[in-house]
């Protein structure tokens, strides 16, 4: 009797692996994106719970966003690109952008961002 071969070959193995490649090296291109947004994020939130909330202006949240960009290394957004409106007694601050991520040539991955705080108080 012939023995059969049971498993699968090296080709199949490899077919296999492609779709795993290619999201694993996705994930890896967008982790950058990803630990930017997290720096706006932790940058907007300190921002939002500072106790002196009530005496600021939007120029003095636009200067602490600055600096916490600055600290942080974020290039993209910039604190230009913040906008802060006000809101009733307190104010809003939206950091709402896109960046891409290069893949393949000219093939990249487009991710919008939108993170909306509200300061304590207002004057």
Request: with cysteine; glycine share 6%.
């Amino acid at each position: 009797m012939r023995a059969r071969q049971v498993g699968v070959t090296a080709i199949g193995w490899i077919i296999l692996m492609i779709p795993f490649a290619l999201v694993g090296y996705a994930c890896i291109r967008l982790a950058p994106v990803y630990l930017n947004y997290m720096k706006v994020v932790r940058a907007l939130d300190e921002v939002g719970s500072d106790p002196d909330g009530s005496s600021m202006n939007a120029d003095a949240i636009r200067m602490k966003i600055d600096r916490h960009f600055e600290i942080d290394m974020v290039d993209y957004p910039t604190a230009k690109d913040i906008k802060i409106t006000r809101d009733g007694t307190s104010w809003a601050v939206e950091a709402s952008y896109e960046d891409d991520a290069p893949l393949f040539s000219n093939l990249s991955l487009h991710v919008v961002f939108d993170k909306l705080i509200h300061t304590r108080g207002g004057s």
